[in-house]
Nanobody, 117 residues
Framework: QVQLVESGGGLVQAGGSLRLSCAPS????????MGWFRQAPGKQRELVAY???????NYADSVKGRCTISRDGAKNTVILQMNSLKPEDTAVYYC???????????WGQGTQVTVSS
């Protein structure tokens, strides 16, 4: 089992920045990749970015150039640095981990990000 604890959400003005952190615990050796998803009211959950165990990254087109996902190797923490935030970035952000095989197996509890115009 893997547990994921997120932190770093909050309220920010448009153009501002936020840094989200996700700290995994438990059977972290089994994790293949970790990522961030978000879900806005009335919308489906969407992938924002993910990072593989080898360090490869992938971003949604809507956040490319504004967000950076990275891993703190010493602490296994995954960081999502979000810059130039827009009101449309407002959502609950979820950290997730996959053991591979195309499934996101573990989820955090979510952290609210609100961007005011």
């Amino acid at each position: 089992q893997v547990q994921l604890v997120e932190s770093g959400g909050g309220l920010v003005q448009a153009g501002g920045s936020l840094r989200l952190s996700c700290a995994p615990s438990g059977s972290i050796f089994s994790i293949n990749s970790m990522g961030w998803f978000r879900q806005a009211p009335g919308k489906q959950r969407e992938l924002v970015a993910y990072i593989s165990s080898g360090g490869s990254t992938n971003y949604a087109d809507s956040v490319k150039g504004r967000c950076t996902i990275s891993r703190d190797g010493a602490k296994n923490t995954v960081i999502l640095q979000m810059n130039s935030l827009k009101p449309e970035d407002t959502a609950v952000y979820y950290c997730a981990a996959t053991l591979g095989l195309g499934l996101w197996n573990y989820w955090g509890q979510g952290t609210q990000v609100t961007v005011s115009s």
